[in-house]
């Protein structure tokens, strides 16, 4: 689309414009310069530069003062956090995480899908340290159990379809009409993801009380292949998700 079209002073264009650079600087290096901004989001020089100070003044982008470089700042993290204090989804699961945490010695991790990825909102560390790192907070939807029942039982074709663009070459070719069938009628999921430090996972949906999947409630394990072991985790899994679904989307 011409800059033209999206790029008007003042308003929804600039708003749009100026998240579209948010976005771009969250999918690429931790600092990216202002011309391959450009070329990457098809505005001017110029207007990206103007954008991007707003942004730096904001405190939403920062500007390495070395290399002159763009990055996302720090304010981000704190709406985000100030975002996550205020929904009522963690305020309903909170109860368990420990519990299920101390029954199964595992990991536990709540996760949501936002434009084709899983962001990990909130997680209880299991009981030993595991051969994995935990450091990654958001990955393709695609990759991992929860990101797929998210993506298969989302009601808006965007959004599965959003999850297809971002999602590795393997995974986009596992994700069949067939496969996401399947995983929408799962009632869970267990997967090992083809990234060797993110630890497999069982996951189970968080189904508020208006039928909508708002949120996955997963578990790290050791082998995705052992049946009896997914089956018993998502047993208790399932039941706590059921629980605090019952709370949520009644309003």
């Known amino acids: 689309m011409p800059e033209s079209a999206t790029a008007g002073r003042g308003g929804l264009g600039t708003v749009r414009n100026a998240v579209r650079l948010l976005e771009l600087l969250g999918e690429g290096p931790a600092y990216q310069q202002l011309t391959d901004l450009a070329e990457r989001s098809g505005l001017s020089v110029p207007t990206v530069h103007r954008l991007l100070r707003s942004l730096v003044l904001a405190d939403l982008v920062v500007q390495d003062p070395r290399s002159s470089r763009y990055g996302l700042g720090p304010e981000l993290t704190r709406l985000a956090n100030h975002y996550l204090s205020r929904l009522p989804l963690l305020g309903a699961l909170s109860p368990y995480l420990s519990q299920l945490r101390d029954q199964l010695e595992h990991t536990i991790h709540v996760e949501i899908l936002v434009h084709g990825e899983v962001i990990y909102v909130d997680r209880v560390d299991g009981t030993g340290p595991g051969p994995y790192r935990d450091a990654h907070r958001v990955t393709p939807a695609l990759s991992c159990a929860g990101g797929r029942l998210l993506a298969a039982r989302a009601e808006d074709d965007d959004v599965w379809q959003r999850s297809l663009d971002r999602a590795e070459d393997h995974d986009r070719q596992t994700a069949t009409d067939e496969a996401r069938a399947r995983w929408a009628a799962a009632d869970h999921l267990a997967l090992a993801p083809e990234d060797p430090t993110m630890p497999p996972e069982v996951a189970v949906p968080v189904v508020d ?32 998700a059921r629980a605090a679904g019952r709370t949520l989307g009644h309003a």
């Open 209 to 240: 009380g208006q039928g909508v999947t708002v949120a996955v409630l997963a578990a790290n394990i050791d082998d995705p292949d052992d049946d009896h072991v997914v089956k018993a985790v998502a047993g208790k899994l399932g039941r706590a």
